[in-house]
C-alpha cells in the first residue's frame, strides 16, 4: 500500500503562485510514475502533469504547459506542483496519484487538495 497526502491548496487571485506538495509512505519502491490531476465542479477528471520516478521525464497538459512545473521531493518521497500564473479556471481540487507499472492505470490517490482561484 502506498499512503499519499496533499497539501498547499488554497484562494490566491489571478496571477499568483501556489506551490502544492503530495507526501508518500508505505510501499513507495518501485512505482513507476506519479502525477497530478485536478477536478473542477461539475466536469471530468483532467490530467496535469506526470513524471516517471526513475527517469524525472515529465509531462503537461496543454492547459498548463508552460506554467505548471512537477518535480519530485526526495525528502518526503513524493511530487511537488509549482504553479504560477494562475487564472480562475485553474479552480478546482488537486490530487497526486501513483502509477505502479506503464499503461497502468494510478492505483494509489490521495484525498485531494482545493485551489480556488479568484479573478
Known amino acids: 500500500q502506498v499512503q499519499l497526502v496533499e497539501s498547499g491548496g488554497g484562494l490566491v487571485q489571478a496571477g499568483d503562485s501556489l506551490r502544492l506538495s503530495c507526501a508518500a509512505s508505505g510501499r513507495t519502491f518501485g512505482r513507476y510514475a506519479m502525477g497530478w490531476f485536478r477536478q473542477a465542479p461539475g466536469k471530468g477528471r483532467e490530467d496535469v502533469a506526470r513524471?516517471?520516478?526513475?527517469?524525472?521525464?515529465?509531462s503537461y497538459a496543454d492547459s498548463v504547459k508552460g506554467r505548471f512545473t512537477i518535480s519530485r521531493d526526495n525528502a518526503k518521497n513524493g511530487v511537488h506542483l509549482q504553479m504560477n500564473s494562475l487564472k480562475p479556471e485553474d479552480t478546482a481540487v488537486y490530487y497526486c496519484a501513483a502509477q505502479l507499472r506503464p499503461g497502468e492505470d494510478y492505483t494509489y490517490w490521495g484525498q485531494g487538495t482545493q485551489v480556488t482561484v479568484s479573478s
Open positions: 513524471i516517471v520516478w526513475s527517469v524525472g521525464v515529465t
